[in-house]
């Protein structure tokens, strides 16, 4: 396993477009191929009309500009993700996933590939997209108001090898407040850890502040911005939120996240891994999913973009409640 990062990349006047278009290019980097795209005004087959984050011609940032990728031959199963901008501005995305079959019917100059009904329509679902297809859903949070979303520090890292995570943080610079951004993550589940039944081991996560990693937050019981399949390929499957668990015991309280302290034999901070599933208190779609493969609890609070130690190496970043891969050595900006 290794990772390939794009991080501490400050954006302005493109915003969320320059953000999308790195992560594209990095996945590209990693094994993925750019199926087909357009830049709301030509259409592309074979994924080449956009090639560059800007507006005008052969640009992310235009209204309806999209593209379609697929990852690498060796990922099991084969996802596939499709990225469009919003009407209403660079803020605004629409992201939708595909975990099998993939999208068999052809996009155009303004509209994104979608399955046919033969292929089962309801495999592909939409990560973010509150005003459908034409406004997208509001994910890169800004500082001030319209029409100034989008100054960004960015940070990217996706794994070149099985399963093929990647994550994405975008923050706001400036005085303003420091969580507001963007955050996407597909997280498979460490191979292994789920039953071998399981269709999708995945988890995938998008939201608009990066509060999205603190368990008070979008990774709390509550959190309906963390979701996957439940039950897939059976008369029962749906599409549901799924949460991460903490390390309980009703007789000591809980460990992690944040409770656990440092290690007693080092004095150093660890991390351990996220259990992902559907409680007794869901009601319904109750099941485990897994151990997560990229994000991890914290044993105990950090600063925001602290790296974690281990071993003598700083090979992983401290955000919220929660650590990621991380370059190691390189120092975050946090805007």
């Known amino acids: 396993m290794a990772y390939q990062y794009d991080v501490n990349n400050f954006v302005g006047v493109n915003g969320g477009a320059e953000v999308i278009f790195a992560l594209r290019q990095l996945l590209v980097s ?69 975990a099998e079959d993939g999208y068999d019917v052809a996009g155009d100059a303004n509209d994104m590939p979608t399955q046919s009904a033969a292929d089962g329509d309801s495999q592909n679902v939409t990560m973010m997209a509150a005003g459908g297809t034409t406004n997208g859903g509001f994910i890169f949070d800004g500082p001030g108001s319209a029409p100034n979303y989008g100054e960004f520090v960015y940070h990217i890292g996706a794994d070149d090898a099985a399963p093929f995570g990647w994550y994405v943080i975008a923050k706001s610079c400036g005085t303003y407040p420091s969580n507001d951004g963007g955050t996407i993550v597909f997280e498979p589940m460490v191979p292994g850890s789920y039953p071998d039944e399981e269709p999708d081991p995945a988890i995938y996560l998008s939201g608009s502040t990066t509060s999205m990693f603190q368990y008070g937050g979008g990774l709390g019981p509550a959190g309906t911005n963390t979701n ?108």
């Open 30 to 98: 990693c094994g993925w191929t750019v199926v087909a795209d357009a830049d709301g005004t030509t259409y592309s087959g074979t994924g080449v009309q956009i090639t560059h984050a800007g507006s005008g011609a052969n640009g992310m940032n235009n209204s309806r500009a999209w593209f379609h990728i697929r990852g690498p031959a060796t990922m099991v199963p084969r996802r596939e993700f499709c990225f469009q901008r919003g009407a209403s501005g660079v803020a605004y995305w629409w992201i939708k996933v595909s």
């Open 228 to 335: 996957g399949w439940y039950a897939k390929n059976t008369a029962g499957e749906a599409w549901v939120n799924l949460v991460p668990h903490v390390y309980y015991n009703s007789g000591y309280g809980q460990m992690v996240p944040i409770q656990a302290g440092t290690n007693g034999n080092t004095g150093q901070v660890n991390d351990f891994p996220i259990a992902w599933g559907r409680g007794s208190g869901a009601g319904t779609g109750v099941g485990w999913k897994g151990f997560g493969s990229q994000m991890r609890w914290l044993a105990c609070p950090k600063e925001e973009g602290e790296p974690l130690i281990r071993n003598g190496v700083a090979d992983r970043i401290c955000f919220g409640d929660v650590t990621l891969p991380w370059p190691a050595g390189v120092v975050v900006e946090v805007g």
